[in-house]
């Protein structure tokens, strides 16, 4: 059973850099694909950024390519993201998102484990 505890958040100006974390456990294979995703409020949930953890493979929404970074430790069971150059666009609840795929997606169906978010406001 996995559980997915984001943290990382907060509020910047734009131009500002955030660094989300989202500890998980309970994984039962080795290899996963982990994302990020954002939602504002009335607009649908979107796609970040997602890594194949097998592989290291990595992809990105076209809206934060150059600017966010998603990785891992291995060691600490934990995937992060980067984000750098903040713009208020970029302002949203952002969660992270476990799928049961041998590769990279952002398509949201694929995701069946959910954290509980953590608030990103640039301004």
């Known amino acids: 059973h996995v559980q997915l505890v984001e943290s990382g958040g907060g509020s910047v100006q734009a131009g500002g850099s955030l660094r989300l974390s989202c500890a998980a456990s309970g994984y039962t294979r080795s290899s996963n694909c982990m994302g990020w995703f954002r939602q504002a409020p009335g607009k649908e949930r979107e796609g970040v950024a997602a890594?194949?953890?097998?592989?290291?493979?990595?992809t990105y929404a076209e809206s934060v390519k150059g600017r966010f970074t998603i990785s891992q430790d291995n060691s600490k069971n934990t995937v992060y993201l980067q984000m750098n150059n903040l713009k208020p666009e970029d302002t949203a609840m952002y969660y992270c998102a476990a799928a049961d795929i041998r590769f990279r997606s952002l398509w949201v169906g694929y995701y069946k484990h959910w954290g509980q978010g953590t608030q990103v406001t640039v301004s």
């Open positions: 890594i194949y953890t097998g592989a290291s493979d990595t």
